[in-house]
Nanobody
């Protein structure tokens, strides 16, 4: 069973940084590709970043590329989202997601491709 828990959200001024963490507190022997998504009220949830279970392959939305970094040390370690140069438009609830993957180079960018979701953590960027 996969149980994802996010942490690290908060209030930060524009230009600042935050690091989000996603931990799987469940007990599973599978390896999971992971992703971060975000959602603001009245808008669709949007893709932010993805990482393969090996950690070797990453992919980013254009809106965050060059500012955010997704990382993990190994297949079952926490997944982090380092967010730098934050903008007010980055304000959202950020959620991590997981999908079992057989390949260490596979990643997913569509919500429907993920099987497990965390509750989310609020990130607010003030101008």
């Amino acid at each position: 069973q996969v149980h994802l828990v996010e942490s690290g959200g908060g209030l930060v001024q524009a230009g600042g940084s935050l690091r989000l963490s996603c931990v799987d507190s469940g007990r599973t022997s599978r390896s999971y590709a992971m992703g971060w998504f975000r959602q603001t009220p009245g808008k669709e949830r949007e893709f932010v970043a993805a990482i393969s279970w090996s950690g070797g392959i990453t992919y980013y939305a254009d809106s965050v590329r060059g500012r955010f970094t997704i990382s993990r040390e190994y297949a079952k370690s926490p997944v982090y989202l380092q967010m730098n140069s934050l903008k007010p438009d980055d304000t959202a609830v950020y959620s991590c997601a997981a999908r079992a993957a057989n390949s260490g180079i596979t990643y997913y960018i569509e919500q429907a491709q993920y099987d497990y979701w965390g509750q989310g953590t609020q990130v607010t960027v003030s101008s």
